[in-house]
Nanobody, 124 residues
Framework: VQLQASGGGLVRPGGSLRLSCAAS????????IGWFRQAPGKEPILVAVIRRGNLYYADSVKGRFTTSRDNAKNTVYLQMNSLKPEDTAVYHC????????????????????WGQGTQVTVSS
Protein backbone atom coordinates (compact mmCIF):
# COMPACT_ATOMS: atom_id res chain seq x y z
CA VAL A 1 0.00 0.00 0.00
CA GLN A 2 1.21 3.51 -0.78
CA LEU A 3 0.14 6.40 1.41
CA GLN A 4 0.22 10.10 0.71
CA ALA A 5 -0.47 12.65 3.42
CA SER A 6 -1.47 16.21 2.67
CA GLY A 7 -3.19 19.23 4.17
CA GLY A 8 -0.55 20.62 6.49
CA GLY A 9 0.31 24.27 6.77
CA LEU A 10 0.74 27.26 9.03
CA VAL A 11 -2.14 28.09 11.35
CA ARG A 12 -2.63 30.37 14.34
CA PRO A 13 -3.26 28.94 17.82
CA GLY A 14 -6.89 27.98 18.14
CA GLY A 15 -7.21 27.33 14.42
CA SER A 16 -8.04 24.16 12.52
CA LEU A 17 -6.57 22.00 9.81
CA ARG A 18 -7.69 18.81 8.13
CA LEU A 19 -5.07 16.33 7.03
CA SER A 20 -5.76 13.69 4.40
CA CYS A 21 -4.11 10.33 3.88
CA ALA A 22 -4.86 8.84 0.48
CA ALA A 23 -4.05 5.20 -0.17
CA SER A 24 -3.35 3.46 -3.45
CA UNK A 25 -2.85 -0.14 -4.62
CA UNK A 26 -5.05 -1.65 -1.91
CA UNK A 27 -8.10 -0.96 0.22
CA UNK A 28 -7.59 0.66 3.59
CA UNK A 29 -10.19 -1.77 4.98
CA UNK A 30 -7.41 -4.28 5.52
CA UNK A 31 -5.25 -1.99 7.61
CA UNK A 32 -4.97 -0.15 10.87
CA ILE A 33 -4.31 3.49 9.99
CA GLY A 34 -2.42 5.61 12.47
CA TRP A 35 -1.55 9.27 12.54
CA PHE A 36 1.85 10.00 14.01
CA ARG A 37 3.56 13.28 14.63
CA GLN A 38 7.25 13.83 14.83
CA ALA A 39 9.05 16.86 16.19
CA PRO A 40 12.64 17.56 15.12
CA GLY A 41 15.04 15.11 16.73
CA LYS A 42 12.22 13.13 18.35
CA GLU A 43 10.62 9.77 17.75
CA PRO A 44 7.20 9.66 16.06
CA ILE A 45 4.28 9.61 18.50
CA LEU A 46 0.84 8.22 17.74
CA VAL A 47 -1.95 10.77 18.08
CA ALA A 48 -4.91 8.96 16.50
CA VAL A 49 -5.68 5.56 15.02
CA ILE A 50 -8.51 3.68 13.32
CA ARG A 51 -8.58 -0.05 14.00
CA ARG A 52 -11.50 -2.22 12.83
CA GLY A 53 -13.86 0.73 13.06
CA ASN A 54 -12.69 1.76 16.52
CA LEU A 55 -11.02 5.11 17.10
CA TYR A 56 -8.29 5.77 19.64
CA TYR A 57 -6.56 9.00 20.58
CA ALA A 58 -3.59 10.13 22.57
CA ASP A 59 -4.55 12.03 25.72
CA SER A 60 -2.84 15.15 24.37
CA VAL A 61 -5.32 15.45 21.48
CA LYS A 62 -8.56 13.97 22.89
CA GLY A 63 -11.48 16.28 22.32
CA ARG A 64 -9.56 18.29 19.71
CA PHE A 65 -8.59 15.82 16.98
CA THR A 66 -10.90 13.45 15.12
CA THR A 67 -9.91 10.78 12.65
CA SER A 68 -12.29 9.32 10.11
CA ARG A 69 -12.31 7.17 7.00
CA ASP A 70 -14.00 7.64 3.62
CA ASN A 71 -14.11 4.18 2.08
CA ALA A 72 -15.31 5.43 -1.28
CA LYS A 73 -12.25 7.64 -1.58
CA ASN A 74 -9.92 5.20 0.18
CA THR A 75 -8.80 8.10 2.32
CA VAL A 76 -8.39 8.71 6.03
CA TYR A 77 -8.67 12.16 7.56
CA LEU A 78 -7.40 13.86 10.68
CA GLN A 79 -9.46 16.86 11.66
CA MET A 80 -7.46 19.02 14.05
CA ASN A 81 -9.24 21.74 16.00
CA SER A 82 -8.16 24.12 18.76
CA LEU A 83 -4.58 23.77 17.63
CA LYS A 84 -1.78 24.65 20.03
CA PRO A 85 1.87 25.55 19.39
CA GLU A 86 2.86 22.18 20.89
CA ASP A 87 0.97 20.46 18.05
CA THR A 88 3.68 21.68 15.68
CA ALA A 89 5.32 18.68 13.99
CA VAL A 90 5.53 16.67 10.81
CA TYR A 91 2.44 14.49 10.65
CA HIS A 92 2.60 11.06 9.04
CA CYS A 93 -0.05 8.52 8.30
CA UNK A 94 1.00 4.91 8.58
CA UNK A 95 -0.58 1.52 7.98
CA UNK A 96 -0.32 -1.78 9.82
CA UNK A 97 -2.11 -5.09 9.37
CA UNK A 98 -5.58 -5.34 10.90
CA UNK A 99 -4.32 -8.11 13.19
CA UNK A 100 -2.33 -5.61 15.24
CA UNK A 101 -3.33 -5.92 18.89
CA UNK A 102 -4.35 -2.90 20.94
CA UNK A 103 -1.19 -2.72 23.02
CA UNK A 104 0.91 -2.53 19.85
CA UNK A 105 -1.05 0.31 18.27
CA UNK A 106 1.13 2.91 19.98
CA UNK A 107 4.41 1.48 18.68
CA UNK A 108 5.60 3.12 15.48
CA UNK A 109 7.77 0.10 14.69
CA UNK A 110 4.63 -2.01 14.18
CA UNK A 111 3.55 0.05 11.17
CA UNK A 112 4.88 -1.25 7.86
CA UNK A 113 3.84 1.51 5.49
CA TRP A 114 4.37 5.23 5.89
CA GLY A 115 3.37 8.33 3.96
CA GLN A 116 5.90 11.09 3.36
CA GLY A 117 4.59 13.42 6.05
CA THR A 118 3.10 16.89 6.03
CA GLN A 119 4.29 19.82 8.14
CA VAL A 120 1.91 21.41 10.61
CA THR A 121 3.06 24.65 12.22
CA VAL A 122 0.98 26.38 14.88
CA SER A 123 2.25 29.86 15.54
CA SER A 124 1.01 33.40 15.97
Amino acid sequence: VQLQASGGGLVRPGGSLRLSCAASHTSLDYYVIGWFRQAPGKEPILVAVIRRGNLYYADSVKGRFTTSRDNAKNTVYLQMNSLKPEDTAVYHCAAARNTLIYSSLWNANEYEYWGQGTQVTVSS
